[in-house]
């Protein structure tokens, strides 16, 4: 029997490369409003932006017809603090790969909102369980009630850079997660239009616990001067098919988030053969971020 979302009101946090995806395919596959909150009004006004140059391309190549790009922009509204996430049934956190940034977040969406509102977090690594443990109300203990129930709302749900082509949503269980959180969590991914894997709650999951050490491998070689960063790209794009190398990719991803991701499956895992790479540490020191910040491995010159 297929699991109804019942979700009419989404909520997505962070406006970033990933938010303005995940409020993307909310608004045009899963057609519910969305709401959408970031700290920084730059952001927002440049993700809105965004947005409306991805329907104008989907209505370009015939993709989506005008009013149906019309509707969901009309779908998407702006929110001033969490507080704004009251009548959502479902919130997505997709702010930056930072723990206590994550855990202040929940812990005030806790405090704000229905304990029947789902709260997920698009993390890249970082434990589910930890987050959800986040949101026990004040005063109350895991083991009470309130604080089952609370944490029980929390999931994993992990989308692809960029969301609106990439097919994959993973699903992650805390270790609290109730089996509903779990399954109208997969039917709202189904419902956005993606694909849905599961994986444990470990460091990196399955999606990260494999492509992060690959860059990170990757990035150590170029730091070793074994070979140029074209070099080392072109040997993954032109001898294992992969669509861009792994320099490339960090890029994409930002260097930043790969930084944070590698760090915790390293702190998670206890294991040396996880230690960042010290050009990957130094570059994101400078606030080479990758393409969002216009340098990275490569150039990216403003449009
Ligand atoms: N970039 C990727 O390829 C990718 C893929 C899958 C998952 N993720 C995960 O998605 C999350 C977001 O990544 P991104 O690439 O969109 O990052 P990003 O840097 O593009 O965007 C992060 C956004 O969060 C906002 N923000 C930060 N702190 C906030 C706060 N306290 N309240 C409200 N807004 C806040 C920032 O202003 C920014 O707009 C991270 O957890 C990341 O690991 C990233």
Redesign the pocket.
């Known amino acids: 029997m297929s699991i109804s979302h019942g979700i009419r009101r989404a909520g997505v946090?962070?406006?970033?490369?990933?938010?303005l995806g995940i409020a993307f395919v909310s608004a045009v596959h899963a057609k519910v409003p969305v709401l959408l909150?970031?700290?920084?009004s730059a952001?927002i006004k440049s993700?809105l932006s965004f947005f409306d140059k991805l329907l104008a391309k989907d209505v370009s190549k015939g993709k989506l017809t005008s009013e149906a790009a019309k509707e969901a922009r009309d779908r998407v509204a702006v929110v001033d603090d969490l507080k704004g996430f009251k009548d959502a049934d479902l919130v997505v956190e997709?702010?930056?790969?930072n723990l206590a940034?994550k855990q202040?977040?929940f812990r005030t969406l806790s405090a704000e909102l229905s304990p029947k509102t789902i709260l997920a977090t698009?993390?890249?690594?970082i434990s589910i369980t930890k987050i959800a443990a986040s949101t026990i109300p004040e005063g109350k203990t895991a083991a009470d009630p309130e604080g089952k129930e609370s944490a029980s709302r929390v999931v994993g749900l992990?989308?692809?850079?960029p969301v609106p082509v990439m097919k994959l949503v993973e699903l992650i269980a805390a270790a609290q997660t109730s089996e509903e959180t779990l399954n109208r969590a997969r039917a709202y991914a189904s419902a956005c239009g993606k694909e849905v894997t599961y994986s444990k709650d470990v460091p990196g999951f399955v999606a990260n616990g494999l492509l992060m050490p690959f860059i990170n491998e990757a990035i150590l070689m170029l730091e070793k001067g074994i070979a140029t960063r074209e070099d080392i790209d072109k040997t993954l794009k032109l001898g294992m098919n992969h669509p861009m190398g792994p320099l490339q990719l960090a890029d994409?991803?930002?260097l930043?988030?790969c930084l944070?991701?590698q760090q915790t499956i390293h702190n998670g895992t206890g294991d040396s053969k996880y230690r960042p790479s010290v050009l990957l540490e130094r570059m994101v020191d400078a606030q080479w971020y990758g393409k969002?910040s216009g340098k990275g491995f490569y150039d990216y010159p403003s449009e």
């Open positions: 946090i962070g406006a970033g490369q990933m938010g909150h970031d700290r920084s952001q993700g997709a702010v930056s790969e940034v202040g977040i698009n993390t890249s690594s992990h989308f692809f850079n994409f991803i930002g930043d988030t944070a991701i969002k």
